[in-house]
């Protein structure tokens, strides 16, 4: 199964500061189509998880554009460019390239300071 | 607009079966796969199971395989977690959501959840 790691797993920040979270997995996830299958998703206390990102770099409808996805490979980085009240919850990433399992990462927690 | 229901969890003794259930709308739903995962109290998210939009194929973790059944009756729209030989580690709450269709990239809708405990 393919391991997904984050870090950091506590992230204090301040609004309007920029934030950025890590995930690497333990395999490359470039499927044989070529494309790579990373999402981000963010879970804020008491609701379910919701999609922000998918293949890397796509937001998904009605996410702010401070949000953006990058990487490739194994390396992969979740970046809010100006961090928001909104924005505090656990975000997590998944691979989908090497299934079954479809894998996450452990969270990451988002705090304001 | 799209939506999940899950329904069907509840407080069980080890050893004993539920099953979940989750009624979804909004969408051509004999179209998509279907997944459930699975959230444990103050926990990560966990991929549970995976049923092909026509129900030819099936996927489970292994820590379920064997134990866990995932159904679909497309009539109804409605995907099934068949639960049976619980465990106290199974408590979790149990998420339905969108899987692959076409060009649409699986995991874009969430239902609420639904909570099972398992305890003596």
């Known amino acids: 199964d393919v391991v997904m790691t984050q870090s950091p797993l506590s992230l204090p920040v301040t609004l309007g500061q920029p934030a950025s979270i890590s995930c690497r997995s333990s395999?490359?996830?470039?499927?044989?189509?070529?494309?790579?299958?990373l999402n981000w998703f963010h879970q804020r206390p008491g609701q379910s998880p919701r999609r922000l990102i998918y293949k890397v770099s796509n937001r998904d409808s009605g996410v702010p554009d401070r949000f953006s996805g990058s990487g490739s490979g194994t390396d992969f980085t979740l970046k809010i460019s100006r961090v928001e009240a909104e924005d505090v919850g656990v975000y997590y990433c998944m691979q989908g390239t090497h299934w079954p399992p479809w894998t996450f990462g452990q969270g990451t927690k988002v705090e304001i300071k | 607009q799209v939506q999940l229901v899950e329904s069907g969890g509840g407080v069980v003794q080890p050893g004993m079966s539920l099953r979940l259930s989750c009624a979804a709308s909004?969408?051509?739903?004999?179209?998509?796969?279907m997944h459930w995962v699975r959230q444990a109290p103050g926990k990560g998210l966990e991929w549970v199971a995976i049923?092909?939009?026509?129900?030819?194929?099936?996927y489970h973790a292994e820590s379920v395989k064997g134990r866990f059944t995932i159904s679909r009756d497309n009539s109804k729209n409605t995907v099934y977690l068949q639960m049976n030989s619980l465990r106290v580690e199974d408590t979790a709450v149990y998420y339905c959501?969108?899987?692959?269709?076409?060009?649409?990239?699986?995991?874009?809708?969430w239902g609420k959840g639904t909570l099972v405990t398992v305890s003596s």
């Open positions: 909004g969408f051509l739903f004999k179209e998509y796969g």
């Open positions: 959501v969108r899987g692959y269709y076409a060009n649409s990239p699986p995991f874009d809708y």
């Open positions: 395999q490359s996830l470039v499927h044989s189509d070529g494309t790579t299958y």
């Open positions: 049923i092909w939009y026509d129900g030819s194929n099936k």
